[in-house]
């Protein structure tokens, strides 16, 4: 099965189209297609009605579970006994999700220092992704990218380039780099030939570090209009981001944000930006105690 049309869509956020790339070959139960099946699912809120049929059942079954208890036992035990690229993945992601950020590293590390094969860039992109969720870590992503990227020579299927280029634009993203660049024009193309939620706040962050109001205020716009507004699973996944953004937005413009500081804490209770509003209000209020 050629995995370009689903690694396409699955990478800018078109989950149910991914989907329906895989159901033309239903019957391709290799651990790549169900990698993106599992995953896709999980993306819209339904991974539980995922049935595996290939040699990742297990890990599969005890990932979901692990989600739901927060016990990654029986995942760890599964993943030891089927080893592959894809089972690793599972079990940095469930890590991740319950903050274990620097195991969850290691796991892609891990998974990268041996033989390379099918799933190694999902792996690497992965290792990326979670190190840049704590920016003393954004080091440690961008090293094993690059590393990854040597023992392959750059030499990957054509497939793969969107998942190289995002992991690449996230390192940017963390450390500063080339933010009037590659960063800009990837995602600008992104937004115009595979338009969507994903694609359109990728572009709006770019846009922000530019300090290009104007443009970020269009896309706000846009995405607060009736057609993006109707994607209901878009909307809901994505909704918290685009506050996150409207916040920097609205600070940038001269803008009051304490209503949407209020509206990100309510719904999102655990998102970076509430963390530190929360992190920096306690301080406040400590000065004020002290010199009171």
Same mark, same amino acid.
């Given at each position: ?11 800018? &956020? ?26 896709? $699912? ?15 059942? *297990?890990? $599969? @079954?005890?990932?979901?579970? &692990?989600?739901?208890? !927060? ?8 993943? /030891? ?25 290691? %796991?892609?590390?891990?998974?990268? %220092?041996?033989?390379? &094969? *099918? ?10 992704? #979670? ?31 969107? #998942?190289?280029?995002?992991? @690449?634009? =996230? ?8 933010? /009037? ?13 595979? *338009? ?31 057609? =993006?507004? %109707?994607?209901?699973? /878009?909307? +809901?996944?994505?909704? %918290? ?12 413009? &001269? @803008?009051?944000?304490? @209503?949407? !500081?209020? +509206?990100?804490?309510?719904? /999102? ?8 509003? !929360? ?7 400590? #000065?004020?105690?002290? =010199?009171?």
């Amino acid at each position: 099965m050629d995995f370009f049309n689903v690694k396409q869509q699955y990478y800018t &956020g078109n989950f149910k189209e991914a989907l329906s790339y895989l159901q033309k070959s239903a019957d391709d139960n290799s651990e790549v297609a169900e990698f993106y099946k599992a995953q896709s $699912l999980r993306a819209i809120g339904q991974l539980k009605s995922f049935k595996s049929q290939s040699s990742l059942g *297990p890990v $599969l @079954e005890t990932y979901v579970a &692990g989600l739901e208890t !927060r016990n990654l036992v029986d995942l760890e035990n599964a993943v /030891s006994k089927h080893k592959s690229l894809f089972s690793l993945n599972f079990l940095a992601s469930a890590l991740a999700a319950q903050g274990e950020f620097e195991s969850a590293i290691q %796991t892609c590390n891990e998974g990268l %220092t041996g033989e390379l &094969g *099918p799933g190694a860039t999902e792996l690497a992109l992965l290792a990326v992704q #979670i190190s840049v969720l704590d920016p003393r870590k954004a080091s440690k992503g961008a090293q094993i990218l690059q590393n990854y990227l040597a023992a392959t020579e750059d030499t990957y299927a054509n497939e793969d380039e969107i #998942i190289i280029n995002l992991a @690449e634009s =996230y390192v940017n993203f963390a450390l500063g780099r080339e933010v /009037s660049g590659s960063n800009f024009y990837f995602f600008e193309e992104l937004s115009q030939t595979l *338009p969507s939620w994903k694609t359109q706040l990728a572009l709006l962050s770019s846009h922000l570090q530019q300090s290009n109001l104007p443009e970020a205020q269009a896309i706000v716009d846009l995405l607060e209009s009736e057609f =993006y507004q %109707t994607q209901a699973e /878009s909307a +809901k996944l994505y909704t %918290t981001e685009l506050i996150a953004n409207k916040i920097t937005l609205a600070a940038m413009q &001269g @803008e009051h944000v304490d @209503e949407l !500081r209020e +509206k990100l804490l309510e719904i /999102s209770p655990n998102h970076p930006l509430s963390q530190d509003y !929360r992190a920096n209000d306690a301080k406040f209020d400590e #000065i004020v105690a002290k =010199y009171a």
